[in-house]
């Protein structure tokens, strides 16, 4: 495994997260980047008092520092209303840090806003915060592997796309997606056959896995290419085992297949998923950043809350 973490598998990772994962994350990653420990406010009791926090709230080592950690979109009132709580409680906040897997504009101006508002040090921790100190060290790396990774995953699949419309007359629409891309990242001057045949090649090798012993020979990629696109026929027979051997020697950059010469059968390494993951990642970020860029606007425009403004984007982009 790699150690560096790419910015857009964690940009796409916090759009998936749940609370509570987000939760063991930013405990994580902020306890290695502050070198705090933090005790959860919901789950120490002082006579009952306690129960009127939230589980998101944490204080640090004992002191009048908290952190609330949410993927919550209205950080206003959720900063006013966990400030309100804490001092219920008799808590006496000094500065409240609040981390979030969403991107909030102009942050100096909202916490400069907040402060003098609540008379408590606002400091705000967005998704582009987590994204520019996730590689900070070896604790805020290993906090993205034990808790998101798994949440950007699916991105390793071929064509995979969240955005996939479905059709009665295609069995399987991501082969459509992958070839797409593929084509228009076409390298050098490769002819459009041997890039087609490449691409569908990987599409067929899609479920394999070395690790679960999961291959497939040359007969089986051709059968199950052509069972599921006829017209390949024409110009896969002549192309296949060409295309097999430029694909398994080291000269087709994060393209390449595993050859395993005694049963002569073929899979997708792990290099070329994560290669395949992380280019899935950037065309993910896009119908991500569309939804985002719907919602400001929606915002600036109409001065709707985050849910209303969150409908809106939705319906934007079912209508499209």
């Not at 593929?182 to 087609?196: A, D, F, P």
Request: include cysteine; glycine fraction near 4%.
């Amino acid at each position: 495994m790699s150690d560096y973490v790419s910015s857009e598998l964690l940009e796409v990772a916090l759009n998936k997260v749940t609370g509570f994962e987000f939760e063991d994350f930013a405990c994580a990653f902020m306890a290695a980047l502050d070198g705090r420990a933090f005790i959860p406010m919901g789950g120490v009791h002082d006579g009952g008092a306690d129960g009127a926090l939230d589980k998101e709230i944490y204080q640090a080592d004992s002191t009048s520092i908290f952190y609330q950690m949410t993927i919550q979109s209205d950080y206003k009132s959720k900063i006013k209303q966990t400030i309100k709580r804490l001092r219920e409680v008799n808590r006496q906040p000094r500065i409240v840090y609040y981390v979030t897997s969403k991107i909030i504009q102009h942050i100096d101006k909202e916490e400069d806003s907040l402060t003098e508002d609540q008379g408590v040090i606002i400091k705000i921790r967005d998704a582009k915060y987590l994204v520019a100190h996730i590689n900070d060290n070896q604790g805020t790396k290993s906090a993205y592997y034990k808790y998101l990774d798994s949440k950007a995953e699916y991105l390793s699949r071929i064509g995979i796309s969240s955005n996939l419309g479905f059709s009665e007359f295609v069995k399987d629409p991501s082969v459509f997606v992958f070839l797409q891309h593929e084509m228009s990242n076409k390298q050098g001057n490769t002819k459009l056959i041997h890039s087609i045949t490449d691409t569908l090649i990987l599409w067929a090798l899609r479920n394999t896995d070395p690790d679960k012993s999961i291959f497939m020979s040359k007969d089986d990629i051709r059968s199950s290419i052509i069972e599921e696109f006829p017209w390949s026929s024409y110009f896969l027979n002549n192309n296949l085992q060409l295309r097999l051997e430029r694909l398994k020697s080291k000269e087709v950059a994060n393209r390449e297949i595993r050859w395993y010469k005694k049963d002569r059968k073929y899979c997708l390494p792990y290099e070329t998923r994560e290669a395949i993951k992380i280019e899935n990642s950037v065309d993910e970020l896009l119908a991500i950043n569309f939804l985002q860029e719907i919602k400001e606007q929606c915002f600036k425009t109409f001065s709707l809350g985050p849910k209303r403004c969150e409908l809106i984007a939705e319906l934007t982009k079912s209508i499209i």
